[in-house]
């Protein structure tokens, strides 16, 4: 059984900045991809931003030069760090690991 634990969400004025952070534990796997995906109330999930286990980085043309994407091969933890925040980027993001996916946290830019 494969869990990924999500944590750093929360609300932020426009402009700030947050942290994501994904761990994955259980079954020994190799998480060749990881990455974030998004879902605002309404919309389809879309894709945030990706990164295989040899370090190649996919971004939605909305995030880049915002949002950065990394990992620790050793951990099996993916972060995003999100600067620059609009209101448009709330929604609810999810982690993924190959096929897994996170339960989601709430992202919300407010002032």
Known sequence: QV?????????????????LSCAASGSPFNTIVMGWYRQAPGKLREL??????????????SVKGR???????RKN????QM?????????????MAN????QGTQVTVSS
């Open 48 to 61: 945030v931003a990706t990164i295989t286990i040899n370090g190649k980085i996919v971004y939605a043309d």
């Open 99 to 102: 096929v897994y996916w996170g």
């Open 3 to 19: 869990q990924l634990v999500e944590s750093g969400g929360g609300l932020v004025q426009p402009g700030g900045s947050l942290r």
């Open 67 to 73: 949002f950065t994407i990394s990992r620790d091969n």
């Open 77 to 80: 933890t993916v972060y995003l």
């Open 83 to 95: 600067n620059s925040l609009e209101p448009e980027d709330t929604a609810v993001y999810y982690c």
